[in-house]
């Protein structure tokens, strides 16, 4: 009996105990959940801090700049030039006439003067003799013109017969035998001997009558077209460097010697004629050839390379400035390459700051900071 009112006793106070417990446990608990509570919110006050800050620092794109400079530079030209022989001439008879003798062929050096091709002389003696005749008598009208035995009209007659048959002799002897005109070299062939010449033009001969063609290529004749800006500029005796595709790295000098007195309305261009030493005949008639002009020490706005962007899909060209810690994109007009600088024909003036690392990711107005002028 006392041994189980011992036991009730002894549980009752196990209870007791496992209940002030809990309630311990419980407290502290609540006291944990309270800390945590306190603590996220200090953590989540700073934690935006520290995005805000982070977005402060994030929202100024970080840029290497260069200063736009004016600087003097030896400005020239390049045109796209076409070589042509100083002088060209197509070797024809003036009359119909069966060719007894080529002299020349393609490729050899004539001399002015030399004779070139030999004619058949057949119709010439023919010519000749008939004009014998008709001087003999136009001799023996004029004496019996002046004693009044014929009339005036006859005397007439046989004048003139006379003048056109000696006119027919001259122009024969002047085509029986063909001479070069220039010191050249035979480029073209177009007959053969004992072929009868018939002044037909041909497509082989470009069109003309030609028995021969001749062309004078020392010196050569190089032509180009220039915008109309430039007409002022272009003198004659003016040097110009000329190179071709075919001697590469090698340059030939010439100067200006033809600028045409009228621009072309359509093109706004106008021709320019440069002649050009060729002594060693390198540069043959047919060429494409570059012709770049020297027009001296003067100023030039220039930015580096790096500076000037493309926009995709079109020519347009721009560069990002640095304004008051902004980007500003400013579109330009590029001219030619200095070395690693490029030459500004329009939208700097000299002075600005210019971009030249980081302008990638810029976008007109975005905040931006110089890392080179920290």
Known sequence: MLNRRENK?????????????LV???????????AACGGGEKNTTESGSTLLVAQQDTAAVLVRTAEV?????????????????????????????RILSLKVDVGETVRKGQVLVQMDPTTLLQQQAQLATIAHDYRRMDTLRKVGSVSQQQYDQIKTQ?????????NLSRNITLTSPIDGVVTGRYVSEGDLYTMTPSAAAGGKAAILTVMQIDPVKVVFSAPEAFYTR????????????????????GQIYRVAPSIDAVTHTFLT????????????PGMFARAQVDFGRVARVLVPDLAVN?????????????????????EVVTGRRYGDKIEILSGLEGGERVVVEGAISLRMGASIKEANRQ
């Not at 549980?11 to 007791?16: D, K, N, T, Y």
């Not at 004629?273 to 043959?284: F, S, Y």
């Open 69 to 97: 400079s004016i600087d003097t530079v030896t400005a020239f030209e390049s045109y796209s030039a076409q070589v042509l022989p100083f002088e060209e001439n197509s070797i024809t008879a003036g009359v119909a006439a």
């Open 162 to 170: 006379y003048e056109v048959t000696k006119a027919a002799v001259d």
């Open 273 to 284: 004629e440069v002649t050009v030493p060729n002594g060693h005949g390198k540069i043959r």
């Open 9 to 21: 006793s002894k549980g009752r106070m196990e209870s007791g105990n496992i209940s002030r417990a």
């Open 310 to 330: 493309e926009q995709r899909g079109s020519d347009t060209k721009y560069v990002f400035t640095a304004v008051g810690g902004k980007a500003v994109r400013v």
């Open 24 to 34: 311990s446990l419980g407290t502290c608990a609540v006291l944990l959940v309270a």
């Open 234 to 253: 272009l003198k004659k005796g003016q040097r110009v460097v000329i190179t071709v595709d075919a001697y590469v790295g090698e340059r030939f000098y």
